[in-house]
Structure formats: C-alpha cells, structure tokens
C-alpha cells in the first residue's frame, strides 16, 4: 500500500501515514491501509501500536479526501464512510493505539486521532475541526468522540470556530497526553509504546475494553437519535453543503447563504 509504510519492533507496530501530495487525507485506500495493518497486527504478536506520520511534516492529515464525498442529497458521513470504519477499528482494536503527531490535524483527522489510547504531539502540531467551513455535517457518533475527549465548552468552540487549536492547550485542558519536542518525539513515543508492550497483554486488552463500553454508556433515545439524523439531513440537502463541496474542488472560497 503507497499511502502508508508498516512495520514492527519487537511487540510495536508502527503505522506511518505517507502520502504527502494528498497531504495524509483519509481516503479509501490510506483508510483500507491502516485498516489492514491493524488487522495484521491484532492477528500477530504486537502489542502497542504507534499511528504516526513521516518526521518533519507540516499536515499529519487534512481528514477527509473531500474529492470522495458526494456534491449532495446524499449523507457524506454514513456508516460506511472510511472515517467512521477507521475509528471503529481503532476503538476496538485490541492492543492500544499511540497517535504521534506532527504537524496539523485537520477535520475527520482530529476524530481519528483522539479515537487513539494515547496522544502524543510536538508543540508545534494543531488541531482544526473543519466540516463548517465546508458546510459538511458531522455525524453523532464523530461529536460523541469529541466530548469523550473534551468538555461541551471546547467542543462548541472546536466545531463553530473550526480554527486550530495548539498543542499546548489541547495538553493542558487534557485533550491529548504529552507535548514533546519534535526532536524527541519518536524515542519519547517508542519508549511509552515498548513500556505498554512490557505488560500484561490480556489485562491491557480487558482494560481498554471496559472503559471503551464505559466511555460509550450515554443513552440517547429514539426520538432524540431521530432529531439529530433529521438535522443531519436538512445540512446534506442544502445549497451550502453542494457548494463547499464544489468550491473545495475548484480551490475557491464558498459562497454560504444559510440554505
């Protein structure tokens, strides 16, 4: 697979985005990549895995390969788009996954991210939600991943604003784990992924199990479920969302009209 690098020492596995023209994006094939190289892995002996990017890159990932999603009258972000079957895998995969960042995280990209155990960025790195600027809707199980990671305040903020957020804050309002220099960062992430690997292997399975389903134990009902896949809707059959669609494609500014 061109779009990403894997391999393995010891017990780590290492993931390495690398499709640097398309700026890491999420799309199909970086996707069915990372989703075959965790497979790979929790079929073998690994037990830690480290997500990262190629040293010294400016983008960890724009997010979503935005030439992929549909122009309209269609939901952008169903069960089945790429982001929504690489979180899943990322959640339940059974070792625990150590995003190392570099550079800015954008979009469907910051989900993916804080889906990892652990997060690790250098104290340049960014965090940008992006979908208002192109008029794209984010769906309910994206923003439940958001406030597992933050409070409602920050997810407001991140979600209306969707300007990007340093590292040093997102460390100090506990949204990621550490800040490290970019120069340390790799011998900093491998040291934490072999430490992890020299434990338990089931207990750290059973944990990272257990508080995935506590994590997740806020009911929503039918009727509110209804709601938000109603508002949904009324966003991906908007002049707005086909026009930021199409102005992302032709590298211009949107035009937004509020319908």
């Not at 934490?192 to 690997?197: D, K, L, N, Q, Y």
Request: proline residues 7%; hydrophobic residues 45%.
């Amino acid at each position: 697979m061109e779009a990403i690098e894997v391999k393995q020492e010891g017990f780590v596995g290492s993931i390495i985005l690398d499709n640097p023209k398309k700026l890491n994006a999420l799309s199909h094939d970086l996707v069915d990549g990372v989703i075959a190289a965790l497979a790979k892995f929790a079929a073998g002996d690994v037990r830690a895995v480290i997500l990262r990017s190629r040293p010294g890159v400016k983008v960890w990932s724009a997010g979503h390969d935005v030439s992929e999603l549909p122009e309209g009258r269609r939901d952008p972000l169903g069960w089945d788009d790429p982001l929504r079957n690489l979180v899943r895998t990322i959640e339940t995969h059974p070792c625990p996954v150590i995003a190392q960042i570099e550079g800015g995280v954008w979009g469907g990209a910051v989900e993916t991210v804080l889906a990892c155990d652990i997060v690790i960025a250098t104290p340049e790195s960014t965090f940008a939600v992006t979908p208002a600027r192109l008029g794209v809707p984010y769906n309910v199980s994206g923003m439940m991943t958001f406030m597992s990671a933050g409070s409602l305040r920050l997810v407001k903020e991140l979600a209306f604003t969707a300007a990007p957020m340093a590292a040093e804050r997102a460390e100090r309002i506990g949204m990621i784990n550490h800040v490290v220099p970019a120069d340390s960062i790799a011998g900093f992430t491998q040291a934490m992924a072999e430490r992890i690997a020299n434990n338990a292997p089931l207990s750290i399975r059973v944990m990272k199990e257990q508080l995935r389903v506590l994590a997740g134990a806020k009911p929503v009902s039918p009727r509110g479920f209804e709601k938000v896949q109603g508002l949904r809707r009324v966003v991906y059959d908007s002049h707005d969302y086909a026009e930021g669609i199409r102005a992302f494609k032709e590298k211009r500014p949107p035009q937004f009209i509020g319908k």
